[in-house]
């Protein structure tokens, strides 16, 4: 555009700059966040009957950050977390990322001493379990000495406590989640995975396959799996929804891709012929998807 004296305008340099600094310096935390000022009664996460808008989100992992602050976690200290699909699972990344603590995701279907091994990798300060696996995580050697049961004690927790102000400073390259490995060439081993590498990923998928912001995720495989803690996480930084789902469930499933418009629905090659089975028996045509499979290539 030109001036009124017919010279071309330079752009000023110094505009975009800030903008340009507070993207490199965002996390997990501050990206959700962002969301739930702008779409604070938007739908952000559910699972069965419970369901949560992008603001009582952002109040509940407030408080959980509390809950963990007072039992001493903070800036690098890590936190396990044992259970089945639950959307308590995304409430400790956000509640994690806001503190700059680190989150070990533990596979359930691993042998004791697997466990144990995953756990003594990681020294966490605390271990939240879900009832279903409370009693391997008791059987184990040496139990851990912290942990927060999830469902009742859990929420009467969260009810108590404060919601946490404000988040720590963290450094976008601060690790925020452990994956482990599968263990099949000897014991597992565990991947540390950043803030900037979650965001960066993230873009790139949506930037390829023109993901749109307010889609919808389902998490069914398992959240200790980077497929669905990956995706999940991308979702609520973009301001989509996350349906948890525990496993598998083909009539589930089916349900939810005639209902809703869903960004990546993630099936892996040995589901796809029972997926595709239910479909075709309830005559359900998908109300929007746009990313179907594993990778591109399957």
Known sequence: MGDEGGVMAQPDAQIGTPLIRRG???????????????????????????????????????????????RGVGPGERVAILAENRLEFLEVFLAAARLGAIVACQNWRLAAPELA?????????????SPRHEAKLQALPRPPARTILLGASYEALLAAAPPQAEPAEVDPEDPLLILYTSGTTGLPKGAVIS????????????????????????AWPPLYHMGAVEY???????GGKVIVVNGFDPALLAGLVATERLGWLL???????AFSAELKRRGIRPAGVRMCGVMADL
């Open 24 to 70: 490199a310096a965002s996390t997990v935390a501050s990206l959700f966040a962002g969301q739930a000022r702008i779409h604070p009664h938007r739908p952000a996460l559910e699972q069965g009957g419970r369901r949560f808008t992008y603001a009582q989100l952002d109040e509940r992992t407030r408080r959980l950050a509390r809950v963990l602050s007072d």
């Open 267 to 273: 099936l892996m090659p040995g589901t796809v012929g």
């Open 195 to 218: 803030h900037r590498a979650e965001i960066a990923r993230n873009l790139v998928v949506r930037a390829e396959y023109h993901l749109a912001a307010d889609d919808t995720f389902v």
């Open 117 to 129: 091994h995953c756990l003594d990798l990681v020294e966490p300060r605390l271990v939240l379990v």
């Open 232 to 238: 999940s996480l991308g979702t609520l930084m973009a």
